[in-house]
């Protein structure tokens, strides 16, 4: 049994605090709000996040940080990527044992683009307690996770050691976690997908089929990896459960988010009614932003989002967005890949 802390009481770190109750793991979910966590220990729910289920009665609430993470040997934030220095912040001054960090908050950072693991490992520059960072992604709604339903996660890290205990304290029989060593890879795959996904609810809120959508998720994959490999992630990897696999998930679903907060924008709304009426965190508004700057940055070509930076940010219509896409001129679908890349060994243990 380990001591886990779960930083961060959304409906993706409940889902995941229930993942380690149901393995006999000591767990105790933070979150900032006192009424939230009254409701998390004398009812037993998460109604605003995770309505009508049941918690295990192993995770036990605090609304008190140093107190959540007081003797535990493994901190696991699931925090939205703009909080993410301030908690890391805290954390810092208040750890005073070795800890491995896993996160499972999936963006990129505007200014620095930095990713989540880069960020973490920068806040505790100068400290002797932070042993691994560790990041679990992959196709996985919450709201699926919490009712038991089969998924299939992967996790990263620079220590393979690292890796394998993630593994070790997440897997069980409706949760599978594989091991990739590709840590910019899955990082990459699991913030970009966002941006895809909302296109395509824009394209849904548009009244476009299916054939659009296709197009987007394909060619949006192309895009994903093509940063990615610029940043020295392996391509195979968005092949993954971590690229692939997760942008279908979002790209598809009525829990995503994302592709609801594009389809209100499809619809005519503005960002601002778009994220009132959503009420909850939209990573991929702040990742498109993030991900066009280092495009330009870096020098790699990414259509889909900038034409989506374009309507999120220089008010440009869904319609027009879409005609500069189909505009653009002819290329071929292939691009040529260097021969190291082409016979990169990957494998997902």
Not at 125 to 138: A, D, Q, R
Not at 339 to 348: G, I, N, P, S, V
């Amino acid at each position: 049994m380990k001591k886990v802390a779960v930083i961060g009481a959304g409906s993706w770190g409940t889902a995941l605090a229930m993942v380690l109750a149901d393995n006999g793991h000591d767990v105790r979910l933070w979150g900032r709000r006192k009424e939230q966590i009254d409701e998390i220990n004398h009812q037993k729910t998460n109604s605003k996040y995770l309505p009508g289920i049941t918690l295990p009665s192993q995770i036990k609430g605090h609304y008190i940080l140093a107190d959540a993470v007081k003797d535990t040997e493994i901190i696991l934030l699931v925090v939205p990527t703009k909080a993410m220095r301030e908690t890391v912040q805290e954390l810092k001054l208040i750890i005073s044992r070795d800890v491995t960090v896993i996160h499972a908050s999936k963006g990129i950072e505007p200014g620095t683009h930095k990713r989540i693991s880069e960020i973490i490992e920068e806040e505790f520059t100068g400290s002797n307690f932070l042993k691994h960072v560790v990041v679990l992604s992959g196709p996985s709604h919450a709201e699926e996770v919490s009712k038991h339903q089969p998924t299939t996660v992967t996790v990263s890290s620079k220590s393979e050691q690292a890796s394998e205990l993630a593994q070790d304290l997440f897997f069980n029989q409706y949760f599978r976690v594989y091991t990739n060593p590709d840590l910019i890879g899955v990082e990459i795959g699991g913030a970009l997908k966002n941006i895809i996904a909302l296109v395509c609810g824009l394209t849904e809120g548009l009244g476009l089929g299916d054939n659009t959508k296709a197009a987007i998720m394909t060619r949006g994959l192309t895009e994903i990896a093509r940063i990615g490999m610029a940043l020295g992630a392996n391509p195979m990897t968005f092949a993954g459960l971590s690229g692939l696999g997760d942008l279908i998930v979002t790209c598809t679903s009525i829990h995503s988010r994302n592709y609801r907060a594009g389809q209100l924008l499809g619809q005519g709304k503005t960002l601002e009614e778009v994220l009132d009426t959503m009420g909850m965190v939209v990573e991929g508004i702040r990742t498109t932003k993030a991900t066009y700057e280092l495009a330009k940055q870096i020098n790699v070509e990414m259509p889909i989002t900038n034409a989506l930076y374009k309507v999120l940010f220089e008010q440009l219509s869904p319609k027009e967005a879409t005609g500069e896409l189909m505009g653009r001129v002819k290329k071929h679908e292939v691009e040529r890949l260097p021969t190291d890349l082409l016979q990169a060994d990957f494998k997902e243990d």
